[in-house]
């Protein structure tokens, strides 16, 4: 069987197993955004077999270990503008599991599947969920639910770490349409993580939006993902709070 075959299999005996559970147990089915899935789906920009070999190579940085702060997230971790990562991260010993595309539920499959390795780190930044509006229509609340997993997945792993965990950024032009809504429904929810005292909750969303509201082109170029200067204004944000923690 091809590997990307063997992935899907693995994960639909899993669903399938987790959602007889769930019935038998009178709880009803599990939303999907928990189950820890791999990518199965290919896309123009990113097959299956990129997914596995970006993967892979996070499970092999993870093997080594040695690395202080870990960013854990989708295309928006990944993409982080290189001159700007080194400006602001190269003074500490950092490593980007950042893959694009991905959902909760894929993220979670990564973390349980090698990307812990013997890894230790001090801070790990988690930003995920977009992609399950974006690509699935999942609802604020089982987005929460998702990322409610992976902060747990993360704290059990990664027993002396802190988490700083971001918002979902806002998507889309305009203020108050559906997706705006839903993503600040959904980190309304987030937010309520940061009461545990190893998460530190940042919701960096308004520093990409413009007086009215709607979303800044210069800072976010296609409303999704941030520009060259979009990424500044990220790293500026989170300067502070990783000075503090990792000092």
């Known amino acids: 069987m091809e590997p990307a075959l063997k992935y899907v299999a693995a994960a639909l005996l899993l669903v399938g197993s987790l959602a007889l559970q769930a ?9 999907r955004t928990v189950v820890p899935t791999p990518r199965v789906v290919e896309y123009d920009w990113m ?28 295309s928006i971790t990944q993409f982080w503008h290189e001159p700007t990562w080194e400006s602001h ?20 499959w990564r ?8 890894l230790n780190p001090r801070v790990v930044v988690i930003m995920i969920g977009v992609n399950n509006f974006e690509h699935d229509n999942d609802s604020a609340e089982d987005v929460f639910l998702g990322v409610e ?13 802190q988490i700083i965990l971001l918002g979902i950024l806002p998507y889309g032009v305009e203020p108050d ?12 929810l987030i937010a309520e993580l940061g009461k545990d005292p ?32 979009g990424y500044e204004v990220f790293a500026v944000a989170l300067d502070p709070v990783l000075q503090n ?3």
């Open 198 to 229: 190893r998460v530190d909750f940042h919701d960096i969303g308004a520093a990409f939006e413009l007086a009215d509201g709607s979303i800044s082109l210069e800072l976010m170029y296609d409303t999704l993902h941030p520009s060259e200067k």
């Open 89 to 108: 991260f190269s003074t500490y010993k950092a490593a980007n599991f950042g893959i694009s595309t991905d959902r909760t539920q894929n993220l979670l």
């Open 47 to 74: 097959s299956i077999a990129e997914w596995q070999e970006l993967h892979a190579e996070d499970v092999a940085i993870a093997a080594q270990g040695g690395i202080d702060l870990l960013f854990l997230g989708d």
């Open 245 to 247: 923690l990792l000092k």
């Open 149 to 161: 997993a992976i902060v747990e997945k993360v704290k059990l792993s990664f027993s002396e770490a």
């Open 111 to 118: 973390l349980n599947n090698g990307a812990t390795g013997i």
């Open 23 to 31: 019935s038998e147990q009178g709880t009803g089915p599990m939303p």
């Open 177 to 188: 349409t559906p997706n705006r809504q839903r993503v600040s429904k959904a980190n309304a």
